[in-house]
């Protein structure tokens, strides 16, 4: 029953999708409505089905996979097109549908004036069914088809305005980088099916063990595996896609952002713990790559102006902590994070999308100041999201951040080195989501005041925003500590509970509940000292440290390294190819055959002329040749 409803989920977003994208014309609203948005709600409903169902069984009897069709039988290597409905894969299914329902019915309203409607919910629905198959493969084939899905999806909908040069490149770039990641994932897998002899999950993570503890092969597969996951969870080096991909509608953002893309690179390392379980290596690498991220994109934060580009640069930094958690081997907390995170990302992203929306699409702080007069709904959900991501008790990010930061303490040795480093972001996190409030919502507006008064939202986007505010206060009760471990205890039977798996402990939840709780409210503090007690202030003080601060503001300069390093070589060969080696090259053996045939056809051409005599005179000249030549040979021989 389970697996017959998690087909359905997987191939209603699929069917809607392709229907839209087939329609010969711009049908009417209401239907892309009912095809669109009610598509992702009928997969939502039975993903809860799913849920409940599995609910209700033992812990041992929580896992199923079904199987359409063998795809391929070569060599002994089988691969079908299988889905795995797991505890694991149950709650990506609830994120992915649950969240993206709220964010189809927001964009009713918001694409509401787009000429290209129906375009515009075929790709959301091509998005949602990709992470779906993402989430639900149960063997490294799919698991890569819809990886490269996703990639496609986020490729179509980054650059939806195509008119715009800026969302073309940004398009370019996000779908450049995952292919890097791409790369890595596809040997991942070849480097498993040759040294396991299969592509299945369950066959694959069961013979795990025989490549040996701490063995370079084991090692050599998590990073490969780890390289496709640091591309589309954006982690550095190959971060430097998402906050471009702002360029999107801002309800693509928030789908991104909070409930598929950027995750899907922490799911895979939880899906894959097997074999990071076997390298500690690994998983140091892996857990110090989402420290330093979370650590660079926050001090980037700061300095942004674009109320999307803070929201972006503050995924990339959460999502350093859940790639930090999970490589410690705290895959539950990276989980609990990662689930968190969606409730609160989005609410922070559709309470700015409001924002936009009122404001005729203008997006920087600077002409913003004193909306919670305007926009309660939008105050509402982006106050509820900041208190969640600053971690203040209560909250959802509280419950996860604190969860995270424990399990490190718990880590010991270089998990100390990665608290310290969460604990500093979280001081961080405060600051700059505390300065996009202040800025937004508290002050004076801009000079003039607004022109036209913003207009505030109607149900379509209220809707949402309300119930992902609500959902970023109450959405951390799954884990308490001292308390109640529910999301622990529901993914046990994926992730086991061998030593290598992390959980705080009592002693390190205190410590950490203490040491954060001054890092949160000392961000807020601090915040409301520079943007919120006196507005000018932060002008004033604009000066200090104004060359560090700049170079924050352009992310530490890793595209103008990109361009310096990759980007200006490759135009300049290209350049040089184009000018240079293809004209005397390819070209020039082109053109100079074209000249001799074109030379030999002039001189043919000639000779047909259509003249008798001339035809008469070449005749005899030419038997007079050949006979001249004859005698001369028979006089030779003579």
């Known amino acids: 029953m389970a697996t017959a409803l998690a087909w359905i989920v997987l191939v209603v977003p699929l069917i809607s999708g392709l229907v839209l994208a087939g329609w010969p014309t711009e049908p009417p609203h209401a239907v892309t409505r009912v095809l669109g948005v009610g598509s992702i709600l009928l997969a939502f409903i039975l993903s809860a089905t ?10 041992d009897d929580r896992a199923f996979t079904s199987s359409a069709f063998e795809w391929i039988s070569i060599g002994g290597v089988d691969v079908n097109l299988a889905i795995l409905v797991d505890p694991l894969s149950v709650m990506m299914m609830l994120i992915i549908t649950g969240v993206g329902f709220l964010i189809h019915l927001y964009s009713v309203e918001y694409m509401e004036h787009d000429r290209d409607y129906r375009r515009f919910f075929a790709c959301m629905n091509l998005f949602v069914f990709a992470m779906l198959l993402l989430v639900l493969a149960a063997n490294f084939f799919f698991l890569i088809v819809g990886w490269a899905f996703v990639g496609l999806a986020s490729y179509l909908l980054i650059g939806f305005w195509y008119q715009r040069p800026s969302a073309v490149a940004a398009a370019k770039k996000a779908f450049v980088i995952n292919v890097i990641g791409d790369v890595g994932l596809v040997l991942g897998a070849f480097l498993v099916l040759r040294t396991l002899g299969t592509l299945d999950y369950g066959e694959a993570f069961a013979r795990a063990p025989e490549m040996g503890a701490q063995s370079g092969t084991a090692l050599a597969i998590c990073l490969l595996l780890f390289v496709g996951s640091a591309a589309k969870s954006a982690q550095v080096p190959l971060h430097t896609w998402l906050p471009d991909a702002m360029e999107g509608p801002t309800p693509v953002s928030a789908l991104i952002h909070a409930a598929t893309m950027v995750t899907a ?11 990071f379980d076997l390298s500690w290596l690994a998983g140091d690498i892996v857990a110090f790559v989402g420290a330093i991220t979370l650590l660079l994109a926050a001090t980037v934060a700061l300095q942004q102006v674009d109320i999307k580009r803070v929201l972006a640069w503050s995924t990339v930094s959460q999502v350093g902590y859940m790639v930090m958690a999970v490589g410690l081997g705290a895959y539950a907390s990276g989980m609990f994070m990662l689930m968190a995170h969606a409730f609160y990302k989005a609410a922070l992203f559709l309470a700015a999308g409001i924002i936009i929306h009122a404001l005729n699409d203008e997006q920087s702080l600077d002409a913003m100041g004193g ?10 959900g982006m106050g509820a999201g900041c208190l969640a991501i600053a971690g203040v008790p209560g909250f959802a990010g509280f419950f996860a951040k604190d969860d995270v930061l424990s399990s490190a303490l718990a880590y010991g040795g270089f998990g100390m080195f990665c608290w310290v480093v969460g604990v500093v972001g979280a001081f961080l996190t405060a600051l700059y989501m505390f300065r996009l409030l202040f800025r937004a919502f508290f002050g004076p507006g801009p000079d003039g005041g607004y022109d036209p008064t913003p207009h505030p939202s109607r149900w379509w986007m209220s809707v949402p925003v309300v119930i992902l505010g609500i959902l970023s206060i109450v959405g951390g009760w799954l884990q308490v500590p001292f308390g109640w471990r529910g999301l622990d205890s529901w993914l046990t039977p994926v992730l086991g509970t061998g030593a ?45 440290a104004a ?6 503001g352009d992310a530490w300069e890793f595209d103008r ?18 000018t240079k080696v293809e004209p005397d090259g390819p070209q020039g053996l082109i053109t100079g055959t074209v000249a001799v045939v074109r030379g030999a056809s002039r001189v043919v051409s000639a000779s047909q002329s259509g003249m008798v005599r001339a035809y008469t005179f070449w005749m005899v000249l030419g038997i007079s040749l050949a006979g001249i030549v004859i005698a001369l040979v028979l006089a030779g021989t003579s």
Do not use: Q
């Open 371 to 380: 909306l919670r007069k305007y926009l309660r709904v939008a105050f509402f």
């Open 561 to 578: 390294a990109y361009d310096d390093l990759f980007v200006d070589p490759g135009r300049e060969v290209a350049d040089v190819m184009a």
């Open 547 to 552: 060359g560090p601060l700049r170079v924050m």
């Open 500 to 544: 290598e798996i992390i959980e705080p402990t009592h002693t390190a939840e205190v410590i950490t509940i203490i040491v954060s709780l001054v890092a949160a409210f000392g961000g807020i503090a601090l915040a409301w000292w520079l943007f919120g007690a006196d507005p000018e202030r932060r002008k004033r003080l604009a000066g200090v």
């Open 50 to 59: 799913i849920f409940a169902g599995l609910l209700g069984n033992a812990a």
């Open 265 to 275: 690179g922490v799911y895979l390392i939880v899906r894959c713990h097997a074999f």
